[in-house]
């Protein structure tokens, strides 16, 4: 049997609830935070810097200074003067023939520009004939060869992949035929080493 009068109690306890005062409101009722993870700075720890004499740091910065200075005075004092380039000065023994050299322009009158003119469009469309015959050569070329490989495969498929097979005797292959200058005679020929001779100029 149950105690009615202690239930009655445990219900007045349960309807009774204590009221919150105002001044609670802004309390939080969330969970605590119990962890934090810091972010990942993947860094090694920084280098102790050694402590250096004051006086040799400013001794080094005197003599940066002075450096400097004196590379600015030499670009200052080469500004206007060129770097010569000895490749592209002709010989001195050209230039005093300089005269004899030199050719008298020749004047073309309407007829001769208009005659070159001609042969060259001439020249052109021969060339662009003997081209379009070529092409069309290789074409043919490959068209029969095509016929040939086909019928020889209807044929004979053993024939036909031996026929499709490169020659291998062909891989060493040198030839030797005229050259484009005749050979100069008692020449040494360098192996790949020379002696530069170009003249050194200052920074």
Known sequence: MFNLSLMKQFTRLAIAVPKIPSTAKNISTASALQFKISDQLWAEPMKKKKKMDPAIIKAREERRRKKLEKQIRRLEKNAKQLKPIDECEPPLHVLDNIGKRRRPVVKLSIE????????????????????????AQVDRIMRAQKRALDQLYEVSEELYNEAIMPDLQLIPYTIEGTYATPPIKKYDSPDGEYVDVSKKWGN
């Open 112 to 135: 001769q520009i208009e005659d070159r003119a001609l042969l060259n469009k001439d020249w052109c469309r021969y060339k662009r004939q003997e081209y379009m015959a070529n092409v």
